[in-house]
């Protein structure tokens, strides 16, 4: 056999040969057809249905999109790059025609890069729009942009982040965009929308808010089932849902709607706050779980943990403390004791806080210091209570988050049927004042509402409502345009108006 | 329409004023350049291989042999060798191409989405690129394996073996070659009108039972038996339908067109059909004016405040101000406008803060003498932006529909700081506004021109306009043949591939020709972009300088880091920027050629001078591609 036969052999056997290899790694898995079983393909196509990366299993399959694919000849990549640079400078442009078909092309192409349609989701939804001077125009580039990410959840069912936006879009851009007014308006009226999302609802319930609702809790759902959050902070996620609730009933009544149905909204609004407290939420630390209600019930269980370990040796804590305030040096004694204005040098402060941590008696080192048979009991109460308490702070840092306590509280005091009162008052009273033609009623509903106000305010339910900075600015500004009615009705303020208190807290922020 | 670049009339841009910018005179001045260096060129390498005399005696016999060959050809065996190259492309099955875009366009209405604001623009785009890609790519592939496969095949020297002169052979290359695409595209033409016009064909169902009557007008007219309501979806959109108390029913437009609604009757009850859309293939035919604009002063000015768009393309105006954008119309007579002067414009709207949404920014369009300085101010409108808004100077125009009519001059900035008034301030006759009624052309028309006002009404809201943002409708041009003129760019395209494809095979083998020729039709796409790469014109520097951003992943907006490797980019970008520039400007800008916007936007394609000067383009590039391929086929001991 010569050189050049035993050449072309090898080279056949190493085609083969690689040939099988591909066989074995690339065949695709074929569904079962009749009494043919169907086979679960290559070792490639396994893993891809073991770790639901098959198509099938990502979303729809898209004839076109596997056609463009196929087009490009392994270089989508580079013509995903073309469009999107093509789409921006339509967008530059002002095309708006073509930006829309080029964003289709770069969608059907890259069906499954969920930044893609999240990227220009929001583009069609919060820039494009914006391009337009007619708020109707603007309108439909918000929907175009919902419709293009409910076309990425068809390919990706199970990527929780587009339904989520569906749900942002639908419920913040429409209600908190300059032209919310208007928006919501279409919204309610857009028979299209809702016959091509089969949607039914009938139209009194076609409120942005709980249309949004119904999205993060379509996305919570499929979360709860295992889908991954990726880089989102669980418990922004979750607090989406209960928040539309809530801004809902406010937008209820800045429609004007008040009485039993504002009520009943703030009522499953609170409601629906409190569920989302109580439920268990992940956190970064793998396999932890926190419930933001928890945190009271922790605080207790920390304070009764301490009570106990203090009743072991009584008094043991303060005369560990005063061991060491005795031995501090006197500089550092003065600093501490000094009140905090008057520690005007560096040096102050930092003799001031090396006291204070010094000072600082840790259940650890009060336990240890319990001699007998409590020692081992009065470690484990330290233990158990600086555990209980490290668990509340991790919860109130995800409460801060959300700004947990000021909800639950706020939707307490909304569904409080003085609060109605006043809020309708105050409604009926800006009414008349933007009219212009009934000032005397103008009037008489601002002081109705503001005593209704006072009424809530000094309701011994909620203590802490006088120092909620967003209702003191709403009222202070509320009083601005009373005054406003005075001066034209040319009549002073009175000398003791009922929300004297408030005004001079809040009066000059509100004029910013 | 966005014309970006906007072309001057064919008598300007030929001409000049000045004289010298004129693309008669640059031809002229290019072509005895590049002669001149092609001589010396060409002296030169017969010097260095023959030495000086026979250099001389050589340039003169080539030449001598030159003048018969280009200027004796004879049609005949020009027409033989064409037929022979048509007959070479048909059996290299160049009908597949054509079975190609049949597919294409079989598979086409997967992509395209008709639900889109504007589908006739889409569908326009779609064919007609997607029919440029195609035929270039074939003649690409035609042009340049023809004559190196006829040479390698040996073909070629039976034909050079009869009485043929090169010349002959590269002009019925080019010939045959073009008759081929010609061919093709005529019937890619064919198909993709009745695609477009059937992908687009819809109507809407009616339910009759689904009118509501027309609530009473608040002044307390009844509304009779009018009712109103919307046709059942279809393409993504449905229209309002109105019945009028005689039974009269027509659409509202929407997505750019409407339909004409045939009543007819039903069991005693009227029932309402649609026929197919109407409006959405169109070919305006429009006047353009020149342009320019007036600041807040009153003082004209080149251009108007940006508002910070990326995109300088439009200027805006400030509103309740002096400011205005004006557009200067040429011949507009009697015959013209019989009726008046139909405006049609798309501006932009830019406000400062958001005033009263609910409506748009408020403007007026006024028409002004610019010989007698009268403006009357006949329209007060409502801003829409990005849609086309109509408004019609009457004839005759009453005082009473006249908001506001003074006499103004224009207030003209001189070189030095001072300020010329035309016409000037003395000769202004303010009676002229006093007028009862003005007539469009006695009063407001001075030797064929006019100018036409845009102002915004409304405090520190804006409005922003380019040149063709406004134009007068002359009449509606048929869309078949505007349709036609499309594909002329295309062929336009084509003839230029061909020659430069032809010219490249003609000295080179068949693979390094097609590339040559694809690098030609590249560079041509981006030669806009590598001119202003050569004028500085790019953030981010020129090639080597971007080479470095690339590699250190730089910001373009940052200055390179000072030292000697940013020096030495720079320096060998000074250099690139001057090749960049030769290259720019000999390579055909292909772009310029397509005319897909002007048929999707819906424009007709002015023979004056979008379709004449890009004709006279190409052939200006085609004379030297011809006369070089002759010549390099000259060289070649096969056709001596």
């Known amino acids: 056999m010569n050189w050049q036969r035993a050449r072309k052999i090898a080279y056949m056997v190493a085609i083969v040969l690689l040939l099988l290899l591909l066989v074995v790694l690339g065949q695709p898995a074929t569904n079962p057809i009749g009494d043919h079983p169907g086979s679960s393909g290559g070792w490639l196509a396994q893993l891809r249905t073991k770790e639901g990366f098959s198509e099938s299993q990502l979303g729809e399959i898209d004839p076109a ?98 339904v989520w936006d569906v749900g942002w879009f639908i419920s913040q851009k429409i209600g908190r965009a300059d032209e919310s007014k208007q928006f919501r308006r279409l919204f309610k009226d857009d028979d299209e929308f809702f016959r091509r999302y089969n949607d039914p609802r009938p139209k009194e319930d076609r409120d942005n808010w709980l249309v949004g609702l119904d999205w993060y809790a379509q996305a919570e759902s499929m979360v709860d089932r295992g889908a991954d959050l990726k880089k989102t902070t669980p418990v922004i996620f979750y607090s989406n849902r209960p928040m539309c609730r809530m801004n809902y ?264 | 329409m966005p014309i970006e670049n906007p072309l001057p009339s064919l008598v300007e841009w030929f001409f000049g004023p000045p004289w010298y910018a004129g693309a008669g005179f640059v031809f002229l001045g290019v072509v005895v350049a590049l002669a001149v260096i092609a001589l010396l060129g060409g002296c030169l390498v017969a010097a260095l291989r023959y030495g000086p005399a026979a250099a001389v005696k050589i340039t003169g016999k080539v030449l001598a042999e030159a003048v018969p060959d280009l200027v004796r050809m004879s049609p005949r065996r020009v027409w033989a060798l064409t037929w022979l190259a048509v007959k070479e492309s048909i059996r290299r099955r160049v009908v597949v191409v054509f079975a190609v875009f049949v597919v294409l366009l079989l598979f086409a209405s997967w992509f395209l989405d008709p639900t889109s604001t504007d589908p006739a623009r889409l569908y326009l785009s779609f064919v007609l690129t997607a029919t440029s890609y195609l035929v270039l790519l074939l003649v690409l592939f035609l042009s340049a394996f023809s004559l190196p496969a006829d040479i390698r095949s040996r073909t070629l020297h039976t034909i050079v073996t009869k009485p043929v002169r090169a010349s002959e052979i590269v002009l019925a290359r080019i010939l045959g070659f073009t008759l081929v695409g010609t061919a093709l595209l005529g019937f890619m033409c064919a198909v993709s009108y009745v695609f477009v016009v059937r992908g687009l064909d819809h109507t809407h169902d009616v339910i009759a039972d689904n009118l509501q009557p027309v609530a009473a007008s608040p002044a307390g007219k009844a509304a009779g038996a009018a009712r109103t309501g919307y046709t059942e979806p279809a393409r993504g959109h449905r229209h309002r339908l109105t019945v009028d108390a005689d039974g009269n029913a027509r659409v509202e437009a929407e997505r750019g067109h409407w339909h004409e609604v045939r009543t007819t009757s039903s069991g005693g009850a009227p029932a309402y059909a649609l026929e197919g859309p109407e409006g959405m293939l169109l070919a305006r035919v429009p006047v353009y004016g020149k342009l320019r604009f007036r600041d807040a002063s009153g003082t004209d000015t080149e251009r108007g405040i940006n508002v910070g768009d990326e995109w300088m393309y439009r200027s805006f105006i400030q509103g309740n101000s002096e400011a205005a954008t004006i557009w200067t119309f040429q011949n507009v007579t009697e015959d013209r406008f019989r009726d008046g002067l139909p405006i049609e414009m798309s501006i932009e709207v830019f406000r400062t803060y958001k005033g009263d949404i609910e409506r748009g920014v408020l403007g007026s369009l006024a028409v002004r003498n610019p010989r007698t300085g009268l403006i009357v101010e006949t329209e007060i409108f409502e801003s829409k932006d990005f849609t086309i808004t109509k408004a019609l100077v009457p004839r005759v125009i009453p005082k009473a529909k006249v908001s506001r009519a003074r006499v103004i001059a224009r207030k003209i900035q001189v070189p030095g700081g001072g300020v010329e008034y035309d016409p000037p301030r003395e000769s202004l006759n303010p009676s002229l506004a006093d007028k009862r009624e003005f007539d469009l052309f006695e009063d407001l028309v001075a030797g064929g021109e006019v100018e036409v006002w845009l102002q915004c009404l409304e405090p520190s809201q804006y409005f922003g306009a380019s040149q063709p943002d406004l134009y007068l409708r002359a009449a509606d041009a048929s869309f078949g043949l505007n349709f036609v003129k499309g594909y002329l760019g295309i062929w336009l395209q084509m003839v230029l591939v061909i020659g430069f494809g032809v010219m490249f095979s003609t000295f080179l083998s068949g693979p390094v020709a097609m590339l040559a020729t694809s690098g030609a039709l590249v560079g041509g796409f981006f030669s806009e972009f590598m001119a202003k790469l050569a004028r500085r014109e790019v953030i981010g520097g020129g090639p080597f300088e971007a080479l470095i951003r690339l590699v250190n992943q730089d910001n373009l907006m940052i200055e390179l880091e000072p030292g000697l490797q940013s020096q030495v980019a720079q320096l060998a970008d000074r250099v690139a920027e001057a090749g960049l520039f030769v290259t720019a400007s000999i390579l055909p800008p292909f772009g310029d050629f397509s005319y897909a916007n002007w048929v999707a936007y819906g424009f007709d394609i002015l023979w004056n001078p979008y379709i004449a000067v890009p004709t006279l383009r190409t052939l200006a590039f085609m004379i030297p591609v011809f006369v070089a391929g002759y010549f390099f086929l000259k060289t070649r001991e096969v056709a001596r």
């Open chain 1, 65 to 162: 999109g596997e056609t463009i694919k196929l087009a490009t000849l392994g270089l989508r990549g580079v013509a995903a790059n073309i469009l999107w640079d093509k789409a921006n400078t339509y967008k530059m442009k002002k095309d708006w025609t073509n930006l829309s078909a080029t964003l289709q092309q770069i969608a059907k192409i890259e069906p499954h890069f969920i930044k893609v349609w999240r990227f220009q989701g929001w583009n069609l939804s919060y820039n494009v729009s914006a391009e337009f001077d007619d708020y109707r125009e603007r309108y439909r580039w918000v929907i175009k942009g919902i419709d293009y990410l409910n076309e990425g959840i068809r390919y990706n069912r199970n990527e929780p982040m587009l």
């Open chain 1, 249 to 512: 009933a406010e937008a209820l009544e800045g429609d004007g709607v008040f009485a039993e149905r504002a009520q009943f909204a703030w009522r499953r609004a609170g409601e629906d706050w409190l569920l989302f407290g109580e439920r268990q939420i992940p956190t970064w630390e793998p396999g932890v779980r926190i419930r933001l209600n928890d945190k009271e019930r922790l605080l207790e269980e920390a304070a009764k943990c301490v009570a106990e370990l203090d009743k072991l040796d009584p008094g043991l804590r303060e005369r560990i403390r005063q061991e060491r305030l005795a031995k501090l040096t006197p500089a550092e004694k003065k600093a501490y004791e000094m009140p905090a204005e008057e520690r005007r040098t560096e040096e102050l402060h930092t003799l001031a806080t090396k006291a204070a941590n010094q000072l600082n008696v840790t259940y650890e080192q009060v336990a240890r210091r319990v001699s007998g048979k409590n020692f081992e009991k009065a470690l484990e109460l330290a233990r158990k209570s600086a555990d209980f308490e490290r668990q509340a702070q991790k919860i109130n840092t995800d409460r801060v988050l959300v700004n947990f306590e000021y909800w639950r509280l706020k939707a307490r005091v909304e569904q409080h049927p003085d609060t109605i009162q006043a809020r309708e008052a105050l409604y009926g009273a800006d009414q008349a004042f933007t009219a212009g033609t009934d000032l005397v009623r103008a009037k008489q509903r601002y002081e109705k509402g503001y005593e209704l106000w006072r009424k809530v305010l000094d309701n011994k339910q909620w203590p802490q409502l006088k120092e909620d900075d967003k209702l003191g600015e709403e009222l202070a500004k509320s009083v601005r345009r009373y005054r406003r009615v005075l001066e034209r009705r040319d009549e002073p303020f009175p000398k003791d108006f009922v929300l004297q208190d408030i005004v001079t807290l809040y009066g000059k922020r509100a004029e910013n």
